[in-house]
């Protein structure tokens, strides 16, 4: 089985700049979260999908935005980009009734 | 609100010795608890979960973690730490209405002396 896949690995944008960043959930999960972390610091929760809705929300701004596709592949929309948005962006997802979550590898994102 | 401490940004300790990482968490109830790993570069990687029935967990690599509701800790241990062991590792509770939002600690980074 593959696990979770997420594109690009690393990219760099500029300030006021739109990211997209894709993810690929482990097969047979149906629930995908993102996660901010930081330079040093632990994952912060930014949301969480299942069923192509919106179920869970951290405290991220709405410039922060997410889709589900019905193959439950996911994607995290970053809109205005601030420079404090640099950080790895991980995808996560979890099968119905699981309390495990599958991490992907990451996206870095710098913004200068 | 639920919160979770790691006290130690830094743990160093030789090969072979004893590891211990703590982690104290703030819930009203018995959370879910989990610790992951981090490689340098990589994701996250479950070592090992509580969720109920036996206080001591055993997860992958030789750690285990023992859950202690009356003090509130997870504190993660193995016995004796091998040099592939260095990484940096997250203690991480489940929200209460959601088992799927973890809140993570700062992390810990484990340094092996060799």
């Known amino acids: 089985e593959t696990g979770v896949t997420q594109s690009p690995t690393h990219l760099i944008k500029t300030r006021g700049q739109q990211v997209t960043l894709r993810c690929s959930s482990q097969?047979?999960?149906?629930?995908v979260s993102w996660y901010q972390q930081a330079l040093g610091q632990g994952p912060q929760f930014i949301f969480q999908y299942y069923r192509e809705e919106e179920n869970g929300r951290g405290n991220f701004p709405p410039r922060f935005s997410g889709l589900q596709f019905p193959n439950y592949s996911s994607e995290l929309n970053v809109n205005a980009l601030e420079l404090d948005d640099s950080a790895l962006y991980l995808c996560?997802?979890?099968?119905?009734?699981?309390?495990?979550?599958?991490f992907g590898a990451g996206s870095r994102l710098t913004v200068l | 609100a639920q919160s979770v401490t790691q006290l130690g940004s830094h743990v160093s300790v030789s090969e072979g010795a004893l590891v211990l990482l703590r982690c104290n968490y703030s819930?009203?109830?018995?959370?879910?608890l989990f610790w992951y790993v981090q490689y340098p570069n990589q994701g996250l990687q479950l070592l090992l979960k509580y969720t109920t029935g036996a206080t001591l967990v055993k997860g992958i690599n030789g750690f285990e973690a023992e859950f202690k509701k009356s003090e509130t800790s997870f504190h993660l241990t193995k016995p004796s730490a091998h040099m592939s062991d260095a990484a940096e590792y997250f203690c991480a509770v489940s929200k209460m209405d959601s088992n799927y939002q973890l809140i993570w600690g700062a992390g810990t980074k484990l340094i092996i002396k060799p």
């Open positions: 819930s009203s109830v018995p959370p879910y």
């Open positions: 097969s047979g999960h149906n629930t």
């Open positions: 996560a997802s979890t099968g119905s009734g699981a309390n495990v979550l599958t």
